[in-house]
């Protein structure tokens, strides 16, 4: 075995990493062709296409009944698309999970997403913004942690967009809220879950564009192979007194 | 090979073996008490088992929700059905006066009722949601008779595990396991809004799953058949729309 100290991300980091990178791409494409069959929406508990919708997207659809102002209807996908958004949002909500419970218990949320004090003061905030607005590839220090926008943008995305998305999702499910009513009442509604539920998406594709972007600007074969093999430029940190793994 | 990756490797090869066995302890628990849906097969059947089995664990009693008058939607939309036929016509003139539903299968005493018995049999009301798997949704009052109450009438036999129903259209059918049977909100819907069901909502006859998507309120209800084997009917995946590539179970 080769002298590797500690890798750049942990083996936990890197599988969970690409399991949910794979169930959100496979989500987002069976979201999407099941949004066709109905390319309107609404706010609050009901909506159909004898209600005024709150907007629709232009596009031709997979159902014959909804007016898109095409000739055509495109070919129904929803079975197997519906099969496997479930059984992707089962994979994301338990590789979540091993995720979530393991980084509170190893630290890694604490050491390498919670921003130091000191970072998140206006000054170094403003110096971030501006230096990732002028496309500045990161230094070398990056190789091995993260920058304040980084860990903000990381933190969102963990605790604010992909519980938001999983709970607008259960609060569409007739059955889920035969037990817990509340999950779609705070929300206004069943419609209003699912409106939500498809911004909450588009708030994570832009987060995949740019973070995929970054990617590009900081080195793709560099981010690329640290996030694979855990291998990165440089020597990382010291494991410091917090030991890297309980055995 | 260090001892730390040895013991690494000793571990590992612990907790894949404990999970393995996990795993097939859990799979015998979840068929032993009826956790499994009858399109568990393929490669999307972990995703259905495990929507399943946790949905009935915890929503085996629970009611869906109920809404108040005022929040009834003044234009309910229901998708368009193929032409049902001259016999459909024939009943439809007769204001469904020959209409009948037969039970069979697992029962002390096959039966049929007509229309009218089944209006004169103890009412349930509830004003719910109808969600369609493509979307939209509307909110209606369903008026009718419990399906608990027809499956005692008949003498539903105690190993009976899923009542299947089918429609007057020829390649409809559905199936419910006893936690929807015997949900006090499934009703066989003969009103909707305080008038007889339409037809295109389902009259004269709709069984109403509150708790599933509207594909599993089925239309045109002619048939119950009570079963403890719902591998033997059609192609062995619970009902026609497993055949079609959705779902068997439709609690989403």
């Known amino acids: 075995m080769a002298e590797t100290p500690h890798p750049r991300h942990s083996g936990l980091v890197r599988v969970t990493h690409w399991l949910i990178t794979f169930a959100f791409l496979a989500l987002l494409v069976t979201g999407l062709e099941i949004v066709v069959s109905h390319p309107r929406f609404y706010w609050g508990e009901t909506g159909n296409v004898n209600t005024a919708p709150l907007f629709k997207i232009p596009i031709p659809s997979s159902r014959n009944m909804v007016p898109t102002g095409y000739g055509y209807v495109l070919p129904d996908q929803n079975g197997w698309s519906r099969y496997l958004h479930f059984q992707s949002a089962w994979v994301l909500v338990l590789v979540a999970l091993l995720y979530g419970v393991a980084s509170l218990w190893n630290g890694h949320f604490r050491r390498n997403l919670l921003p130091s004090l000191s970072d998140v003061s206006p000054k170094r905030l403003a110096t971030s913004i501006i230096e990732h607005l002028r496309l500045k590839r990161p230094g070398p220090e990056e190789a091995w942690s993260y920058n304040i926008l980084q860990r903000l943008a990381y933190l969102l995305v963990i605790f604010v967009l992909f519980p938001m998305i999983i709970w607008t999702g259960l609060a569409m499910s007739p059955s889920f809220v035969s037990a817990v009513p509340s999950a779609v009442n705070v929300l206004g509604g069943q419609q209003s879950a699912r409106t939500l539920h498809f911004f909450l998406t588009w708030a994570l594709v832009l987060f995949l564009l740019v973070h995929v972007f970054m990617i590009f600007l900081a080195g793709f074969r560099s981010r690329m192979r640290a996030m694979i093999t855990g291998r990165a430029p440089g020597r990382g940190p010291e494991p410091g007194p917090e030991p890297l793994e309980r055995v | ?252």
Request: charged content about 20%.
């Open chain 2, 1 to 252: 090979m260090s001892k730390l990756s040895r013991r690494k490797l000793i571990t590992t090869g612990i907790a894949a073996t404990a999970g393995a066995s996990g795993l097939v302890v859990a799979a015998k628990l979840a068929r032993r008490y009826g956790l499994v849906p009858p399109d568990s097969g393929g490669i999307y059947g972990p995703g259905e088992t495990l929507t399943y089995a946790a949905q009935r664990v915890l929503t085996r009693h629970s009611l869906a929700r109920e809404f108040s008058r005022s929040q009834i939607s003044a234009k309910p939309f229901a998708n368009e059905v193929a032409p049902m036929g001259d016999e459909f016509e024939r009943h439809k003139q007769s204001a469904f006066t020959d209409w009948r539903l037969s039970v069979d299968g697992l029962v002390a005493r096959p039966s049929s009722f007509s229309l009218a018995e089944l209006k004169s049999f103890p009412r349930r009301r509830h004003i719910t949601m109808i969600q369609c798997e493509e979307g939209w949704s509307y909110i209606a009052e369903w008026t009718g008779v419990p399906l608990s109450h027809v499956l005692e009438r008949v003498g539903a036999l105690p190993q009976v595990r899923y009542v299947i129903y089918r429609s007057f259209q020829p390649d409809w059918w559905e199936s419910i396991d006893m936690a929807d049977a015997l949900h006090p909100q499934t009703l066989l819907t003969h009103e909707m809004n305080g008038g007889e069901l339409p037809v295109g909502f389902g009259g004269p006859l709709r069984l109403r799953v509150t708790r599933q998507l509207g594909y599993k309120s089925l239309k045109y209800v002619t048939q119950l058949t009570l079963t403890d084997n719902i591998k033997q009917f059609g192609k062995g995946l619970g009902s026609a729309e497993p055949e079609g590539g959705y779902a068997w179970y439709a609690g989403a």
